[in-house]
């Protein structure tokens, strides 16, 4: 082992480690407008295990059919899988409480109560004694200790407990510590608490909790969610709640992907802390965030900070021609080192040396000076202004350069489709739609025709494209349909419509596509058409060609 080698350990081992807790998929599921499945939540859920995030908290099992299932089974692979209820109820046992029992009942490593912290709230929202609300505390995290799991208690209202009772907020986070949480996560649940005051009481905290088990969940109403966070890792706290893009109730919650670059990359923490996020991933970021955004549907925000398309962009003029010298005069971080892009003069040379580095990510390799580089970058951008957003369709911008660097086989082409909708109404003025699809496909020199209906134009669609397909069942059987969100997008010439897909395989693997069109179900099959012959691209299924078509089908085809 060399020197360097050691010193470079030392100085790893030197550093404290800041625990990341994500709250998406529970706190930030009180956004207005924002429902989510529970495909969604398994989507979720897996990137945040994969960006590596310490906790991912999932949900109130118990309190509706969606977090009760989500829970049934462990869904991370990494991260700890965390379940959030409430400390005992006033007047029943620990061991009668339908709320603590649906927690121990769920598939979650770690349990996260959430307790009252303010004698105001114990009187009027529980009615309770200040008393009994610290026996609560105590009982609830003693009986999930026992029960084999790690315990977190967030304590509700504490800065305006502590402000208004500091004895009795401090109370209730001692009990929790005594009685073995491993964290307690200080909340500033109406976001009004301003960082210099978050400062000042985490710091008074830990003198009575020690500062690594306590955590900071803050809120953003007065726009300081992420500076309250970073305040309190200042005073001592080593755990941080959050969201992605700061997602949450009211203004949201401290925005982890905000958060993530200031730890790594910010020498005031880089240079003290460390969290579980690897280079590689912080790399994926604005990726990360956008894809979040397109899952729920929602524009991403231009102006985020490290993320947002606008974050490293420079008007043309004496900025750009600076920058173009020396990037680090107007820029802050390396945006490459978020994966976001630097975006100036919108040279065909910058324009060409990031579209190689996607290339490569994906495993493509091309070389410098390949004249269908000019035209995948001339294609991108068009097909962006028309509405496309390849950073969030991998599988389509893979296909799309694929295709013009003619590193695609020719699966099969499609001829032509149909959707028939039809509404039948009964005597009593109810209705049943019914929709069938027809698609017209070539294999080979092969014409395959199959129709069929389904539950709405994409299901029809995907079960027809499927049955014209039949020759490569074999290699699209196992693959199935988990998210399809559709968003009308206004550009320059009216309404378009786009279409995003999430497809899966058996093995776990997803992959997302992407249609735009003025016509909805042109949309749909465009993505489903790229769910589709993605899937045969990573599968190595042959193309069929004219001659042994037949023979080649037979092949493919198993026998029942
Ligand atoms: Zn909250």
Redesign the pocket.
Known sequence: MSIAGEGSWSSGMSKQRVYLFD?TLR?GA?TSGLDFTLEDKILIARMLDDIGIDYVEGGYPGANPTDTEFFTQKRLQRAAFTAFGMTKRAGVSVANDPGIAALLDSKADVICYVAKAWDYHVHVALGTTLEENLVGIRQSVEVAKAAGREVIV?C?HFFDGYLANPDYALACATVAHEAGARWIVL???N?GTLPGTVERIVGEVARHVPGDSLGI???NDTEHAVANSLAAVLAGARQI?GTLNGV??RCG?ANLISIIPTLKLKADFADRFEIGVADAKLRELTRIAHRFDELINRTPNRHAPYVGAAAFATKTGIHASALAKDPRTYEHVPPEAVGNQRRVLVSNQSGKANLRTELTRLGIEVAKDNPKLDTLLRLVKEREAEGFAYETADGSFELLARRTLQMLPSFFHTVSFRVVIEKQFERSGDGVAVSEAIVHVRVGQQMRRASATGNGPADALDRALRLALEAYRLYIDDMTLIDFKVRILNTGTGATTRVFIESEDREGNTWSTIGVSETIVDAIYQALEDSIVFRLLKAGAPVLEAERHADAAERVVPSD
């Open positions: 709250t706190d009180q967030d509700e909340c500033d649940s976001g969940h803050a809120h709640q949450g109730e919650n």
